[in-house]
């Protein structure tokens, strides 16, 4: 068995495996143990937890995990390139870390384990909002999702009505889930650099969605809205079929307000609306 405090700088590891960041994986590997330390707080207590990583690389953020006292770490890599450093690991933290060679996008997480779990991942940026979008779905099995979105993708997120940001993935994620925006990383923590910030995200699921609406009619709604978002919305939601002006009254919104201004309950009720 390996020692924890034995296992090699991440330099060393990607130089003797020879896992040169693939672009085609959206691969950006964070070597920074502060940092990658710094993530796996920010999702809270980790001790007796269930945690999924995605993408971990040569595994800067998944011996973070482990050191945080994750009871068992569910590691998905695509690349198999990583697969021996990760046995590196596994062998430090004998019974923790489970490693799945497949694609976090095909993959089924949730017949992995029993009962609820945590997810923590440095997203490729290529696939993260369709990851996000999925495991909204099944949000019920997750207690929190801790991840790293461009900052462009964690502005969208997070942001507030009558702001640029402000869209779908707003409203979607705001209706399911408290978010909180923790911290930004400079693109030269990585290797290699990527061009843009990058921003950690912690989403939390709610027991039941903020207000009452069916999820595919307000998503339906919403797209409507947004697809056209400098229009007003008794024409952007003439796509819908119906009449937007008995929606819009039903919901009791001005017809003459455009998309970016509406709330999170106002959409709800526009879906309400709708039905």
Do not use: H
């Not at 960041?21 to 993530?39: M, P, V, Y």
């Not at 997480?109 to 909204?136: D, H, M, S």
Request: with cysteine; hydrophobic share 40%.
């Amino acid at each position: 068995m390996a020692d924890p405090a034995d296992l090699p700088p991440l330099r060393e590891v990607i130089a003797k495996y020879g896992l040169n960041a693939e672009k085609s994986l959206g691969q950006n590997f964070l070597l920074d143990l502060n940092l990658t330390g710094r993530i796996a707080r920010c999702a809270g207590q980790l001790e007796g937890e269930t945690v999924i990583e995605i993408g971990p690389g040569p595994g800067g953020l998944t011996r973070a995990i482990l050191a945080a006292g994750a009871r068992k770490l569910i590691a998905i890599e695509k690349d198999r390139r990583c697969l021996p450093a990760l046995a590196d690991i596994a062998e430090a933290y004998p019974g923790r870390l489970e490693i799945v060679n497949d694609d976090a996008l095909a993959i089924d997480e949730t017949a992995l384990f029993e009962g609820r779990a945590k997810i923590i991942a440095n997203l490729p940026y290529n696939v993260a909002t369709p990851l996000l979008i999925k495991w909204l779905a099944g949000r019920e099995r997750f207690s929190s999702l801790t991840l790293m979105f461009q900052k462009e993708v964690a502005d969208r997120i997070t942001a507030q009505p009558r702001t640029k940001a402000y869209g779908r993935l707003s409203v979607l994620c705001q209706w399911l889930c408290d978010t909180r925006r923790e911290f930004d990383i400079s693109p030269r923590a990585f290797t290699p650099p990527p061009k843009v910030t990058s921003t950690v995200v912690t989403l939390r699921p709610r027991e039941t969605p903020l207000y009452p609406a069916d999820p595919a009619v307000l998503e339906k709604v919403v797209a409507a809205a947004f697809g056209q978002r400098r229009k007003m919305l008794r024409a952007s939601l003439k796509p819908l079929g119906k009449p937007p002006e008995d929606m819009l009254e039903k919901a009791g919104i001005t017809p003459t307000r455009r998309a970016e201004e509406l709330s999170v309950k106002e959409f709800c009720a526009l879906a309400r609306g709708y039905e």
